[in-house]
């Protein structure tokens, strides 16, 4: 990739993402994640055990609420984004709450300001799959500290039902996002000596048509107990929707 390549997709991102903090109303797509509620779960527990008493970098930190939410067990945490639009959002927040303990800043993910070893614990949800994932990986490990680990959220890439419906939704996302293939995995463990991964949303994907209504949460139980068993077999857990992944420099 080129200079201009590079500076080109990353304003392709900056100028998205500033239009979808601007914006009024929350995104349809959002409210698919009613399918993955497990997930979210997971990924949190993991963040809030991980970020305790620690210095933290939210990687991707969107409008703050992530951050200012763990600011109160985390010793320090600093948040990241691509979009001026969000990181003034965060800013302004983290002030009328009087946090002290927390910083927001523009910044690119694939080239970051930190000195080396800045942090104890990285985290980030739904940012990975935006990046170069060899460069970010490669920036994730250069700021984290000896034995830090970093906690990420992010959509895979192999269901051909859900790649159906992202074919034919392009204005909800940019056009250099890629979902994350089992490929990409090689790299990831490149850089990191330890790559924990749990998967979610396959069978939990038939409760998506019902989420409003009172048979949605029956279904997704229901589709939670079928994943348990799916997702432990081999080939087919990479149909899944979401990975949430603990690696360990």
């Given amino acids: 990739m080129t200079q201009n390549q590079f500076y080109d997709r990353l304003m392709r991102e900056r100028d998205f993402h500033n239009e979808r903090f601007g914006a009024t109303e929350a995104r349809k797509e959002d409210t698919f994640y009613f399918a993955v509620q497990a997930a979210v779960a997971a990924y949190w527990q993991l963040v809030r055990q991980a970020t305790a008493g620690r210095d933290v970098l939210e990687y991707g930190c969107s409008n703050g609420q992530s951050s200012i939410g763990l600011a109160a067990s985390a010793k320090q945490i600093t948040g990241i984004d691509i979009s001026d639009v969000a990181i003034a959002q965060a800013n302004t927040e983290a002030a009328r709450k009087s946090i002290t303990n927390i910083s927001f800043r523009v910044d690119n993910a694939e080239k970051m300001e930190f000195p080396p070893a800045s942090f104890d614990v990285v985290f980030g949800s739904g940012i990975l799959h935006h990046l170069n994932l ?87 139980a229901l589709g939670e107990r079928i994943d348990n068993l799916l997702l432990k077999i081999p080939g087919l857990k990479w149909q899944a929707w979401i990975v949430v992944m603990v690696l360990e420099a």
């Fill in 134 to 220: 060899e460069e970010a990986l490669k920036e994730v490990r250069r700021v984290l500290r000896p034995s830090g680990r970093a906690i990420f959220f992010e959509p895979l890439g192999h269901n051909r039902a859900i790649n159906l419906y992202r074919s034919r939704t392009p204005e909800a996302r940019t056009v250099d996002e890629h979902p994350l293939l089992k490929s990409d995995f090689d790299i990831v463990r490149r850089h990191f000596s330890r790559c924990d991964l749990q998967f979610f949303g396959l069978s939990t994907l038939a409760s998506i048509p019902f989420r409003t209504k009172a048979a949605g949460r029956v279904i997704r």
